[in-house]
């Protein structure tokens, strides 16, 4: 998970994708070049630049995450949101990114 609290340094962050360096006794997952500040994540290329920006202010790329607990009769419902999903508008190709 990468927040966007300012408390996280930009570094290779590990993602879901099965690396090419795996063998059937060790899986690597390959790892991603991320610029996390406030209010925004970058993803980095191979140039150098940024391959695509999320920023969280934008209400249209944002998807909340959470539960609700509780019986339903409540006066105040009891949320937790313990999570946001970032929709971007771009492939994120392996070969394109600045990975590790």
Do not use: C, W
Not at 44 to 62: F, I, L, M, S
Not at 70 to 78: K, L
Not at 83 to 98: M, N, T
Request: glycine fraction near 8%.
């Amino acid at each position: 998970m990468i927040f966007t609290d300012g408390k996280k340094q930009k570094g290779y962050y590990e993602t879901a994708r099965i690396d090419e360096k795996s063998t059937q006794y060790t899986t690597v997952f390959t790892s991603i070049y991320i610029r996390p500040g406030l209010d925004v994540i970058e993803i980095q290329g191979k140039n150098g630049n940024n391959y695509v920006a999320v920023a969280e202010a934008d209400n249209t790329t944002n998807i909340l995450t959470g539960v609700t607990r509780g019986t339903g009769q409540e006066v105040f419902p009891i949320l937790y949101n313990n999570g946001v999903i970032h929709a971007i508008d771009k492939v994120l190709k392996v070969e394109e990114l600045d990975t590790n």
